[in-house]
């Protein structure tokens, strides 16, 4: 067990005064979490997950006290969460409306915990928002709400359905993600996200996206240390089936990285 790696997954993070029922105690709080369906994810592929707590400007230790190098060099690799909206700020913009402000108090945190991996040489994948931040950390651009901004485009979220909304993407030839799957073109993956990359920023090639509506799907580094990340919820397939698709071999090829690093 010695040689188990050790994967860092940023907070998901509960706001109390957010939308949402009011239960009281435990609720009343903040909360960094860890959804249980990504530990999974990570555990069934060999890695033990364990969270990185984000810190803020109200928190009893401030930002500048936490050492994220330490973090980066302690572990493994990083995943990011999904989540939260990004917050147009992030990328330069304003929100549109009130309800889209995004969280920008995680985005500082998560911009921060992947440099101070990347720095480490250490591989970031990212899902769902993970993918949104990481584009919008190297220049790109989001839309803020899919069906507002792209009228045309397909229905990439639907609160009754969740992860149950499934649509097509296309595997751009010659990336490492088709390598990754040399029988497919094509894959079945789920859709929970309202918002979507609008300009991709250039260090990133886009490695799958949506037939119907050109949206990116999946992201990786042109050069540099591992970074990658897809728009859907891996944690949420179950296995290859003809409806989904097996994200166990993405997931080897970023624990692989990992293990590469450790030497
Ligand atoms: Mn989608």
Same mark, same amino acid.
């Given at each position: ?96 409306? &009130?309800?889209? !402000?995004?969280?920008?108090? *995680?985005?500082? $945190? +998560? ?8 720095? %480490? @040489? ?28 792209? &009228?045309?485009? !397909?229905?990439?979220?639907? *609160?009754?359905? $969740? +992860? ?8 751009? %030839? @010659? ?89």
């Amino acid at each position: 067990m010695k040689n188990t790696l050790i994967i860092g997954v940023s907070a998901r993070i509960y706001y109390p005064d957010g939308p949402g029922l009011d239960l009281g105690g435990v609720w009343t709080r903040k909360l960094d979490y860890l959804e249980q369906s990504i530990a999974h994810w990570i555990l069934a592929g060999g890695g033990m997950p364990v969270m990185i707590p984000a810190v803020d400007d109200e928190s009893l230790v401030q930002h500048s006290a936490i050492d994220l190098d330490y973090y980066a060099a302690k572990l493994d690799g990083l995943l990011l969460q999904g989540g939260n909206d990004v917050a147009p700020e992030s990328y330069g913009e304003a929100p549109l409306q &009130p309800a889209w !402000r995004g969280d920008k108090v *995680r985005d500082r $945190y +998560e911009i921060a915990l992947i440099q101070a991996f990347m720095d %480490a @040489g250490k591989p970031v994948f990212g899902i769902c928002r993970g993918l949104q931040l990481l584009n919008v950390k190297f220049g790109g651009t989001l839309f803020q709400d899919i069906s507002t901004q792209r &009228p045309d485009a !397909r229905m990439h979220v639907d *609160r009754a359905q $969740y +992860e149950k909304l499934c649509h097509d993407v296309e595997l751009s %030839a @010659g990336t490492r993600l088709a390598e990754l799957y040399p029988e497919r073109r094509t894959a079945r993956v789920n859709s929970i996200h309202h918002q979507s990359i609008k300009d991709l920023a250039p260090a990133f090639e886009a490695e799958a996206w949506c037939p119907e509506d050109g949206m990116v799907e999946a992201i990786r580094l042109r050069q540099g240390p591992y970074v990658a990340a897809v728009q859907w919820h891996p944690e949420f397939h179950r296995g290859s089936t003809s409806a989904t698709f097996d994200d166990a071999p993405m997931l080897k090829d970023f624990l692989d990285a990992a293990r590469a690093v450790r030497g």
